[in-house]
T-cell receptor, first 114, second 114 residues
Framework: DAGVIQSPRHEVTEMGQEVTLRCKPISGHDYLFWYRQTMMRGLELLIY????????DSGMPEDRFSAKMPNASFSTLKIQPSEPRDSAVYFC????????????FGPGTRLTVL | AQSVSQHNHHVILSEAASLELGCNYS??????LFWYVQYPGQHLQLLLKYFSGDPLVKGIKGFEAEFIKSKFSFNLRKPSVQWSDTAEYFC????????????FGRGTSLIVHP
């Protein structure tokens, strides 16, 4: 398996633009997580899905952020409109039942909003 | 809710030095504990994990961690570090019997000089 795949790896955009980050989890994993990593706040859980259904989005910072998982092999995180304070590395992770099982992380998307 | 504290934000060592990174958590119940490593430019990957049994857990690349329940600690150790151990290290905890969603510490940046 190729692991968790994220695209793009780097994104530079201007304030006010829409940004869409993409994630393909490991096949067979039924949980998918979106994290944001910054120097100031560390690693933050934004939202997670179980069997494509959003379970907890309490970490989503504002209504400008939205996430979808239309099927078991694809998820998106959208920011509209983007702001400079959204600049961060966004990670997607998947796991097979949360349980005590480890999470497998993607390479991340480094977002810079000018 | 659980929380994780990593006291060392930055650690600088010379090769062959011994390493100990602190991790303390706050949660009254039974927990699962993890250490993840993030090498420069790469994704987070599991270093080791503790669920039950022997509180001294051995992981990859010569790392080990000891769970001390009375101290709510899960410190990471390595007797002799190498330049290739330069990375960011994250401690994480999730609650057994709960949602199993992990809480991550802020991370410790380790730089090993050759």
């Amino acid at each position: 398996d190729a692991g968790v795949i994220q695209s793009p790896r780097h994104e530079v955009t201007e304030m006010g633009q829409e940004v869409t980050l993409r994630c393909k989890p490991i096949s067979g994993h039924d949980y998918l997580f979106w994290y944001r990593q910054t120097m100031m706040r560390g690693l933050e859980l934004l939202i997670y899905f179980n069997n494509n259904v959003p379970i907890d989005d309490s970490g989503m910072p504002e209504d400008r952020f939205s996430a979808k998982m239309p099927n078991a092999s694809f998820s998106t995180l959208k920011i509209q409109p983007s702001e400079p304070r959204d600049s961060a590395v966004y990670f997607c992770a998947s796991s097979f039942h949360t349980g005590p099982n480890e999470q497998f992380f993607g390479p991340g998307t480094r977002l810079t909003v000018l | 809710a659980q929380s994780v504290s990593q006291h060392n934000h930055h650690v600088i060592l010379s090769e062959a030095a011994s390493l100990e990174l602190g991790c303390n958590y706050s949660y009254g119940g039974t927990v699962n504990l993890f250490w993840y490593v993030q090498y420069p430019g790469q994704h987070l990957q599991l270093l080791l994990k503790y669920f039950s049994g022997d509180p001294l857990v051995k992981g990859i690349k010569g790392f080990e961690a000891e769970f001390i329940k009375s101290k709510f600690s899960f410190n990471l150790r390595k007797p002799s570090v190498q330049w290739s151990d330069t990375a960011e290290y994250f401690c994480a905890v999730n609650a057994q019997g709960g949602s199993y969603i992990p809480t991550f510490g802020r991370g410790t940046s380790l730089i090993v000089h050759p």
